[in-house]
């Protein structure tokens, strides 16, 4: 026979009891949180998986929030080229209006007012900042102004730097453009100039037609300017030349604008060049024209200093032709980077409907890993507060009894 002490009954009671009471605990505490995972000691394997998951999550919470900061930015960029777009083709309009002989120095005057206007809008524009404070168009140097103007020369602060951010483990976008390639570093079309040099002869002759031949390089050919009587002087001559070579400019494409008094520059915009042949009775002795081919050059300059040249173009009475493309060219410039800052809002906003599909299901998983089935827990609840309290009583039952009961 084994003797059990009265001190060994009592041990086992307390200690039976203290069991359902840190099982009655836990669960609660489950129930209060809703977890079924409270330590990883409770499921190593569901704690280490719900650790990954949450990294995960949050980890799709920072690309969504970069989403975010990329759509606020991006369209910021695009209501700014938006308002360009419609400025550069409100400008081209003007040009073609302002390229018109029959305008006056008053109409054409107002038209290059307006233009100065539009200038100035678009200055303000390529500054403009985002809802955060940043300046759109500076590339990394976005708390860098990116332009300003000082005696007549627009200068570019920013970089040429494009910022990424991530939004997906595998893909990053640009959140914005740098306004060196937008606005500075622009396209202008084709020109060909032609500097003439005054007549030497103190009384030039008469020249006859076919003796000079312009080719403006547009497809037509040489074109003679017609003849030309005996000039009184220099200056008498080159005006002869401007006003003969303009009258032909809708087959040549050459324009004539005095340089000077007796100087001229010969322009013409596109083409493969201006070739100029003399014969006859033409000399450059007598013309200030040189027989030979200047061949086109391109170069590139700021939208804002196209626009201040054609207005002071456009105030001296000059032809304007030339900068019909120059505006066009830098309208397309605007619309392209326009079109790609679309395109990047496209594409992050179906990265977003990505993003949360997957954080659905990576949530769901967590869920299935971490959460409480509150019916289980319940009915689990109810038979360890019956256990405990049938262990209280069974103690109660044993604490009692006594041999003195039975004496």
């Known amino acids: 026979m084994i003797r059990i002490s009265t001190q060994t009954i009592t041990e086992r009671s307390l200690n039976a009891m203290l069991r359902q009471q840190s099982q009655v605990s836990d669960t609660q505490q489950q129930?209060?949180?809703?977890?079924?995972?409270?330590?990883?000691?409770?499921?190593?394997?569901?704690?280490?998986?719900?650790?990954?998951?949450?990294?995960?999550?949050?980890?799709?919470?920072?690309?969504?929030?970069?989403?975010?900061?990329?759509?606020?930015?991006?369209?910021?960029?695009?209501?700014?080229?938006?308002?360009?777009?419609?400025?550069?083709?409100?400008?081209?309009?003007?040009?073609?209006?302002?390229?018109?002989?029959?305008?006056?120095?008053?109409?054409?005057?107002?038209?290059?007012?307006?233009?100065?206007?539009?200038r100035d809008q678009l200055f303000s524009m390529a500054n403009a900042k985002d809802s955060g404070g940043e300046y759109v168009f500076a590339g990394y140097q976005s708390s860098t102004r990116p332009f300003s103007y000082s005696a007549g020369v627009y200068t570019y602060n920013g970089d040429n730097g494009q910022r990424e951010l991530q939004i997906?483990?595998?893909?990053?976008?640009?959140?914005?453009?740098?306004?060196f390639d937008t606005f500075m570093n622009v396209a202008t079309g084709p020109i060909t100039t032609v500097n003439v040099v005054a007549p030497t002869a103190p009384a030039p002759a008469a020249i006859n037609a076919g003796d000079i031949t312009i080719?403006?390089?547009?497809?037509?050919?040489?074109?003679?300017?017609?003849?030309?009587?005996?000039a009184a002087s220099p200056a008498a001559r080159a005006t002869q030349l401007r006003d003969a070579?303009?009258?032909?400019?809708?087959?040549?494409?050459?324009?004539?604008?005095?340089?000077?008094?007796?100087?001229?520059?010969?322009?013409?915009?596109?083409?493969?060049?201006?070739?100029?042949?003399?014969?006859?009775?033409?000399?450059t002795a007598d013309t200030g024209l040189t027989a030979g081919a200047t061949a086109p050059v391109t170069s590139k300059r700021s939208i804002f200093e196209t626009l201040d040249l054609l207005a002071t173009d456009l105030e001296a009475g000059n032809s304007v032709n030339r900068y019909i493309t120059d505006v066009q060219l830098a309208l397309d410039n605007v619309v392209e980077v326009r079109t790609t800052v679309g395109g990047r809002l496209n594409a992050v906003e179906e990265q977003k409907s990505v993003n949360d599909d997957l954080k659905l299901i990576l949530e769901k998983h967590r869920s299935e890993e971490?959460?409480?089935?509150?019916?289980?827990?319940?009915?689990?609840?109810?038979?360890?507060?019956?256990?405990?309290?049938?262990?209280?009583?069974?103690?109660?039952?044993?604490?009692?009894?006594?041999?003195?009961?039975?004496?």
Do not use: C, H, W
């Open 370 to 407: 971490q959460d409480l089935d509150y019916a289980e827990a319940i009915t689990r609840l109810e038979s360890q507060m019956n256990a405990l309290q049938a262990a209280q009583q069974a103690y109660v039952k044993v604490k009692g009894l006594s041999l003195f009961n039975y004496l």
């Open 31 to 118: 129930l209060s949180t809703g977890r079924r995972v409270l330590t990883p000691s409770d499921d190593p394997a569901s704690a280490s998986r719900v650790l990954g998951l949450n990294r995960a999550v949050d980890t799709l919470a920072q690309y969504q929030n970069n989403i975010d900061r990329l759509t606020s930015r991006l369209e910021t960029e695009e209501g700014e080229l938006t308002g360009a777009t419609n400025l550069l083709q409100r400008v081209r309009e003007l040009t073609v209006q302002g390229n018109n002989d029959v305008l006056s120095s008053i109409d054409r005057g107002a038209i290059a007012s307006e233009i100065r206007q539009f």
């Open 168 to 179: 997906a483990p595998s893909r990053t976008v640009a959140d914005g453009d740098n306004g």
């Open 215 to 230: 080719d403006g390089g547009n497809g037509n050919g040489p074109i003679s300017i017609g003849a030309l009587p005996a």
């Open 245 to 283: 070579i303009n009258a032909i400019v809708d087959q040549t494409g050459v324009t004539a604008v005095n340089a000077t008094a007796t100087t001229l520059t010969l322009s013409s915009v596109g083409g493969t060049g201006i070739t100029v042949s003399l014969s006859g009775s033409a000399t």
